[in-house]
């Protein structure tokens, strides 16, 4: 069972930034591969980011390619999205994703665990 916690949302300008967090209460993180999606309202939950098991290697959806970095640390059992460059539509709740195998995927139905999520709300 991996129980995981969201964190470092909030209102910001556009342009500016925000780092979330997550915290995974498990045994072997590095057992698991992660990833962050967001949920707009009306809208489909959507592919963000994702990492493998060790940090080496990870992947982008092309909405926030070059703005938005994920990484994590082991030791820690944390995984981060760094958002920078905010606009308006990365307005969504953020939902770190945990995925018990070593590579990731885009598709949400491939995670096995899910935290509660953390509001974004970029103004213009």
């Known amino acids: 069972q991996v129980k995981l916690v969201e964190s470092g949302g909030g209102l910001v300008q556009a342009g500016g930034s925000l780092r979330l967090s997550c915290a995974a209460s498990?045994?072997?993180?590095?057992?698991?591969?992660m990833g962050w999606f967001r949920q707009a309202p009306g809208k489909e939950r959507e592919f963000v980011s994702a990492?493998?098991?060790?940090?080496?290697?990870?992947d982008h959806a092309d909405s926030v390619k070059g703005r938005f970095t994920i990484f994590r640390e082991n030791a820690k059992n944390m995984v981060y999205l760094q958002m920078n460059s905010l606009n308006p539509e990365d307005t969504a709740v953020y939902y770190c994703?945990?995925?018990?195998?070593?590579?990731?995927?885009?598709?949400?139905?491939?995670?096995?665990?899910w935290g509660p999520g953390t509001q974004v709300t970029v103004s213009s």
């Open positions: 498990v045994r072997t993180f590095s057992a698991y591969a």
């Open positions: 990492i493998d098991r060790s940090g080496g290697r990870f």
């Open positions: 994703a945990a995925r018990s195998t070593t590579g990731w995927t885009t598709d949400r139905y491939g995670y096995d665990y």
